[in-house]
């Protein structure tokens, strides 16, 4: 219910009642906050409803997977900045230079490498590591192509994709 509710109000600017049009003021944060909720959901939520162990590798598995998720909503946002603006909408990436943006993107994937490699201290392969790093990988060799391909194929398939890549390897690799 929580992911729900959290999920709506990051859509809810695009709702065009008066009331909602004016969370359009105070969005700044809506990538941080979809990054938040996709972490949420897709690694935090499973482990609540497995009643898995919190531990301070599972913490930065997590914090790494935000720092991921984040990468690639940035991409999302740079791609839908000009719409955001026409629309009023207001997101950090509307604010920043091209330079900051880049800046940003890349301290997003050094902190998910970071936590990554970290998990290494906390009874986690190489293997597992190396597996979860090559999503992280392909995000930043695609960078550049993505600030100038605005292709829904693209944003939706690939990078959307990179975010279950690595579990499909483990998986695989476990077969």
């Not at 049009?21 to 972490?39: C, Q």
């Not at 609540?48 to 599972?58: A, E, K, L, S």
């Amino acid at each position: 219910m929580l992911a729900a509710i959290v999920t709506f109000l990051y859509s809810a600017p695009k709702i065009s009642f008066k009331f909602f049009r004016s969370l359009r003021k105070v969005a700044l944060g809506k990538t941080i906050f979809l990054a938040l909720v996709w972490t949420y959901v897709t690694t935090i939520l499973p482990v609540i409803i497995g009643n898995g162990g919190w531990n301070t590798g599972f913490i930065l598995f997590a914090a790494g997977r935000f720092f991921f998720v984040y990468a690639i909503c940035i991409l999302f946002d740079y791609r839908d900045r000009q719409d955001d603006q026409a629309a009023g909408i207001r997101s950090l990436i509307t604010f920043l230079s091209e330079g900051s943006i880049t800046a940003l993107f890349i301290l997003s994937l050094l902190a998910f490498m970071i936590c990554s490699l970290l998990m290494l201290n906390y009874d986690y392969s190489i293997s597992s590591v190396i597996i979860l790093l090559i999503p992280g990988i392909i995000t930043a060799a695609f960078y550049d192509y993505a600030r100038k391909n605005f292709s829904d194929l693209f944003y939706y398939l690939a990078l959307d994709g990179l975010m279950a890549l690595s579990a499909l390897m483990m998986l695989v690799a476990r077969i």
